[in-house]
């Protein structure tokens, strides 16, 4: 088990409510530089605020958007399967 929450930047927002990060730096392990871009799926139960606790919708969140999530489950490298949020916290930017 390896730590479920992460800061990123958003690379885009699509209109599924999936989010796309680059979380090339907790996958890869080694001095290795290619980019990996994990899927973070956004579902009914997923809590989403800002960073002063109000809520916000999937729309507040914009491709450069900084944000804190929590995911469901661990981070690894997969090959199927969305990650799912448990919370986001959008940062001001």
Do not use: R
């Not at 390896?2 to 001095?31: H, P, Q, R, Y």
């Not at 900084?66 to 661990?74: E, F, H, R, W, Y």
């Amino acid at each position: 088990m390896g730590t479920k929450t992460f800061t990123w930047e958003v690379d885009g927002v699509s209109e599924d409510d999936v989010i796309a990060v680059n979380c090339s730096d907790e996958l890869n392990k080694t001095n290795n530089d290619f980019g990996v871009e994990c899927l973070i799926e956004v579902t009914d139960d997923t809590n989403l605020v800002d960073n002063q606790g109000n809520e916000i919708t999937i729309n507040d969140i914009q491709e450069g958007s900084n944000i804190k999530v929590t995911l469901t489950s661990s981070i690894e490298i997969k090959t199927k399967d969305n990650y799912k949020a448990e919370e986001i916290v959008l940062y001001n930017n």
